[in-house]
């Protein structure tokens, strides 16, 4: 058991640095290709899978990366508690050991 202030903080979503990258997605097999860094190679990939199979759907997706962070300095006490030594994060919730 450990003793633990608990609170509410607020968290923030920002888009990463990570490029964003395309997937290419077979509706007729299910087959995909890898991620490609333009939309443009993901519709190749659409061309070069019709040559082959004659199969005529697809979708592209674009996949980009987002990180939460909390901010400092935001979070309001709402009591304490003893609890278990685990992760205790649920949306914009989060309990912090003190
Ligand atoms: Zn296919």
């Known amino acids: 058991m450990t003793r ?3 609170g509410f ?3 923030r979503l920002r888009e990463s640095p990570t490029p964003t990258r395309y997937r290419a997605h ?3 097999c299910a087959a995909h290709s ?3 860094v333009s939309a443009g190679a993901a519709q190749q990939w659409c061309l070069e899978h019709a040559g082959r199979t004659h199969h005529s759907a697809y979708e592209v997706a674009w996949i980009g990366r987002f990180d939460a962070a909390m901010e400092d ?3 309001d006490i709402i009591g304490t508690a ?3 030594d685990t992760a205790d994060t649920v949306h914009s919730r989060s309990a ?3």
Request: contains cysteine; glycine residues 0%.
């Open 34 to 36: 890898s991620d490609a």
């Open 73 to 75: 300095n935001t979070t």
């Open 96 to 98: 912090r050991q003190s």
């Open 82 to 84: 003893d609890t278990a």
């Open 26 to 28: 077979c509706l007729i």
């Open 4 to 6: 633990r202030r608990l």
């Open 9 to 11: 903080a607020l968290w």
